[in-house]
């Protein structure tokens, strides 16, 4: 008994001689980031030194920090330990992002000294101290608004050491920018016109007028669907008239062929006649010859006519099933139906609305087409996949109805090994360095000598970033990439690469907080609101997940076409969120809809940075066999125009347990030089059992070669 009071007592000895040292502690937080290399080191340690002159019997503890606590060391406040302490300083190596959730304003100090510029993303900048806080400060960008809020509040002093007429001597000039887009037949309306390397956009009005600001010597990037995208430098003039050429001039001279020699047999897929050959998986056709002169009805028409598709006398041709119940999502296993390249208003098992396509007369079709699976019905999305019919009417056929220039695709009917292994890692210079080197340290070396030659390339950062991931050092991955973050603060697709390399690292905090201030800067990209949706779940904040989606079904019954693009994807990731998690949200929350679950074997989305970028994208079956969907201006007009103006840049996939086999996903990075020139990332999530208990979720992140050649990023077995 005695021996357990001398316990208690020591205990509580040891408890208050650390509050004690606390109370007697000055903590000094020295901000390492990469934005604060540019720091004048000399000024800001002349007046910590002034600051620290008053607190001579106090200890000093001094934090390191950048995206996280780098390193920390203790002091006395005297010249000998000031002058260690200056070496020590003189000897950082900048790095990384600045997260100010890492450190602690609330630790019983005596005094607190935030040496740093106040520049973070998020909303993680504190607000409150424990104990007075002097900031000190000597960079050109710096968030002085913050830095003083913080030292008022906690009855400390801010300390700005820049030289402000040096800033106001090197400030910016915006000049007005105007002009008029136009082509051939006459001013162009909704043509996008943005500064390259910034926010700064608008669009042309209905006669193609726009005006907006930026400085002399910026890139002015114009682009509209069918257009050719055009640069222009802004030189010592204000005006600038713009004429757009059409994308698809050339188009005849893009044709690739069979090898074989035997005669050509085509169908056509709503683009135009396309060989046989070509299609990568079996087509079944029939034509008007096949159809019977006394059908009355196009069900008529359809019915035994194609193996694997059924219909009943007493439905509408747009109630046929295709891919079999088992294949429905949501209840609903209505086909597609395709009329002269135009997709019809799809009718609903699960809701019962019907569009019904009993106008269409049997005697004026010359063909029906069937596609069928995976690879089939890629061309249409996620819209086909339980299975499309196409139907082409003799106007069409003849030419006279509202047929475009159709447009020859051809490729080889049997996947032959064409795309390349995408390589581990992006040829450049500064990585065939790094790769010299024998131990980590030697790396980390060798990339801070490197960044001083190549840091200002956009994919520096990312790049170098996925090269540390093959010495498993998911610190530094992370660390490395957080400066793209700093450096990129306001270009998304960049910021939105960087949140995909967080995921595929499994920095999920990190991915939420990137996310979470890209949904700040665009709240009108619905991209934007997906992506953190999604990034809550996999970081296990449930009930933000929830509140985020409810948020969107809120925005949609306001009449938002916002998220029209991505209702689909939506409504899976709602209902997985429930599934999942279902025990811990608060379930007067959860929309009733959304309470019944979604299940896949596999569902596999495809994302990518920038929704302007255009890519085919090459399915191939464990049979050899490949479809290419081909996300361009020519072949997906309305779908790219729908993407830019909602802000989504999503496709996903499906695959059942008859699926057997090597899938392989191949892309090819196309388009023209202007756009080719920033880095395309790609992330690939593949869920296996989705919407069960046994759910899992890899996610990789890649960046397609800007060489034009096809690449191989994703292999998946069924």
Do not use: C
């Amino acid at each position: 008994m005695k021996s357990h009071w001398i316990v208690t007592f020591l205990l509580l000895m040891l408890v208050s001689w650390t509050g004690a040292q606390n109370d007697t502690e000055v903590v000094v937080y020295y901000d390492t980031s990469l934005s604060m290399q540019e720091r004048n080191t000399f000024s800001e340690f002349d007046q910590l030194q002034q600051t620290l002159s008053s607190y001579t019997s106090s200890r000093l503890k001094v934090v390191q920090f950048s995206n996280a606590i780098n390193q920390e060391d203790r002091y006395a406040i005297n010249p000998e330990d000031l002058a260690r302490l200056s070496s020590d300083l003189q000897r950082v190596i900048y790095d990384g992002a600045t997260d100010y959730s890492v450190i602690n304003l609330n630790q019983s100090a005596l005094l607190y000294v935030l040496m740093t510029d106040g520049r973070s993303l998020g909303s993680n900048w504190p607000q409150t101290a424990d104990a007075p806080v002097f900031v000190i400060n000597s960079t050109e960008r710096r968030n002085a608004k913050a830095l003083q809020a913080l030292a008022t509040a906690t009855k400390g002093q801010y300390i700005d050491l820049f030289d402000a007429s040096k800033e106001a001597k090197e400030a910016v000039v915006l000049r007005t920018v105007s002009g008029v887009v136009y082509d051939n037949d006459g001013p162009i309306a909704e043509a996008t016109v943005r500064v390259r390397n910034t926010t700064v956009s608008t669009t042309s009005d209905s006669q193609g007028n726009f005006t907006l600001e930026a400085p002399q010597g910026a890139v002015l990037v114009v682009s509209f669907t069918g257009k050719k995208t055009r640069g222009i430098r802004i030189q010592d003039r204000s005006n600038y008239d713009i004429n757009m050429d059409y994308l698809d001039e050339n188009l005849e001279e893009v044709i690739l062929t069979a090898t074989s020699g035997t005669e050509e047999q085509t169908e056509d897929l709503g683009l135009g006649e396309v060989d046989k050959r070509s299609l990568g998986y079996a087509v079944q056709s029939i034509d008007e010859e096949e159809i019977s002169a006394g059908d009355t009805d196009i069900v008529q028409s359809v019915s035994g006519q194609f193996s694997g598709i059924n219909v009943q006398n007493n439905q509408d041709l747009s109630q046929f099933v295709g891919r079999g119940i088992a294949q429905s999502i949501q209840g609903d296993y209505y086909g597609l139906i395709v009329v002269d390249g135009v997709p019809m208003q799809k009718s609903n098992s699960r809701t019962g609305d019907i569009f019904s396509l009993a106008n269409i007369d049997p005697q004026n079709v010359a063909d029906i087409t069937v596609l069928k699976g995976l690879a089939a019905t890629n061309r249409w999305g996620t819209l086909g996949r339980n299975g499309v019919i196409l139907i082409k009417t003799k106007a069409f056929a003849s030419g006279s109805g509202n047929k475009g220039k159709e447009k020859r695709l051809g490729t080889t009917a049997t996947y032959r090994g064409g795309a390349q292994e995408l390589a581990a890692l992006p040829k450049a210079p500064y990585i065939e360095v790094l790769k010299q080197a024998t131990t980590i340290d030697e790396a980390y070396e060798a990339y801070i000598a490197q960044r001083k030659i190549h840091g200002d390339k956009s994919s520096f950062f990312l790049d170098v970033a996925t090269y540390f991931k093959g010495w498993e050092n998911d610190y530094l991955s992370a660390k490395i990439v957080s400066n793209t973050v700093e450096r990129y603060e306001k270009e998304i697709p960049l910021l939105r690469a960087t949140a995909y390399f967080y995921q595929d690292i499994g920095a999920m905090k990190e991915a939420v907080q990137l996310y979470e201030y890209i949904l700040e800067l665009e709240p009108s990209q619905a991209q934007s609101y997906r992506d953190l949706a999604v990034a809550y779940d996999l970081a296990g904040s449930y009930e933000k997940a929830l509140e985020l989606h409810n948020r969107i079904v809120r925005l949609k019954q306001t009449g938002s076409t916002l998220f029209n693009g991505l209702q689909e994807s939506l409504t899976y990731d709602y209902k997985n969120l429930v599934a999942q998690h279902g025990s811990l949200l608060d379930a007067s929350k959860i929309q009733p809809k959304y309470q019944s679950n979604a299940t896949l074997h596999k569902r596999i989305v495809v994302e990518w940075n920038e929704p302007s970028a255009e890519f085919d994208l090459q399915i191939v079956n464990p049979q050899q066999r490949f479809f290419t969907w081909s996300h361009t201006r020519t072949a997906e007009s309305q779908r790219m125009m729908q993407e830019t103006k909602q802000g989504y840049a999503l496709e996903e996939y499906f695959l059942t347990p008859k699926d057997q086999g090597t899938w392989m996903f191949n892309m090819k990075r196309i388009g023209d030089p202007g756009v080719m020139n920033q880095p395309l990332y790609v992330k690939i999530t593949v869920y296996s059992n989705f919407g069960q208990p046994n759910q899992k979720e890899e996610i990789r992140m890649v960046q397609l070669p800007d060489n034009g050649a096809m690449a191989t990023v994703l292999k998946i077995i069924v």
